[in-house]
């Protein structure tokens, strides 16, 4: 019989809150997550968080990396890389080290980079 470990589960997670579905709270998550319905509240997350073209976030999100197509109406601090497609709506300000922004994406905020500090060689 074959016996099947639960290492590396948590970090593998995907989790979805469906079109048509609305929760109000915080989220507290090691995986990735994925909105194309509406939350309320704030989510932390060491994974990817993803808001679909339907998807309505009201809340700061803490993640490693954000890929967003809907509507985010709260402040976003990602470790890596923030995405901004063309059907994003974002209000609030962000921390990412990586930022691609998609032609048609509305942005109103503020944004700091965090990227790794480069340290001068002596090469100028």
């Known amino acids: 019989m074959k016996k099947f470990s639960n290492i590396g589960l948590e970090a593998a ?12 709270g915080d989220i507290v998550l090691k995986g990735d997550f994925r909105i194309d319905g509406e939350l309320i509240g704030s989510i932390h997350s060491e994974g990817r968080i993803v808001i679909g073209g339907s998807g309505l976030v009201e809340g700061n999100i803490i ?19 923030t995405s ?11 921390k990412t080290a990586r930022i691609a922004i998609e032609l048609g994406a509305r942005y109103t905020g ?15």
């Open 13 to 24: 997670a995907r989790n979805i809150i469906g079109q048509g579905t609305r929760i109000t």
């Open 84 to 94: 901004l497609k063309a059907t994003a709506v974002f209000t609030g300000d962000l």
């Open 63 to 81: 993640c490693q990396n954000a890929d967003i197509s809907g509507v985010l109406k709260g402040n976003l601090e990602a470790a890596d890389l």
């Open 110 to 124: 503020t944004c700091v980079m965090t990227g790794p500090s480069h340290k001068n060689d002596g090469k100028e």
